[in-house]
């Protein structure tokens, strides 16, 4: 193998998420800036937020209730 082609191996790499944990992990980068992470991503915490912000569920529910109207109007 040809020596010194390969990148610094940094054991003890470390690893910042936006909500501020920190992680010592290996990596051949020496800081690493993250957006999400185990401890706030929502598949692990469990933490779901379903943002309705545009009122669908409502809008959706209305239509539904308008043809089932219109349905038993027509029989």
Do not use: W
């Given at each position: 193998m040809k020596k010194d082609i390969h990148p610094k191996y940094d054991i003890k790499a470390?690893?910042?998420c936006?909500?501020?944990a920190v992680f010592e992990v290996g990596s051949t980068m020496s800081e690493i800036k993250m957006?999400?992470?185990?401890?706030?991503h929502p598949f692990y915490t469990?933490?779901?937020k379903v943002m309705d912000t545009a009122g669908r569920v409502e809008r959706f529910n209305k239509r539904r209730a308008a043809s089932a109207s219109v349905k038993k109007a027509k029989k």
């Open positions: 470390k690893a910042t936006a909500c501020g957006e999400i992470c185990s401890h706030c469990g933490n779901e």
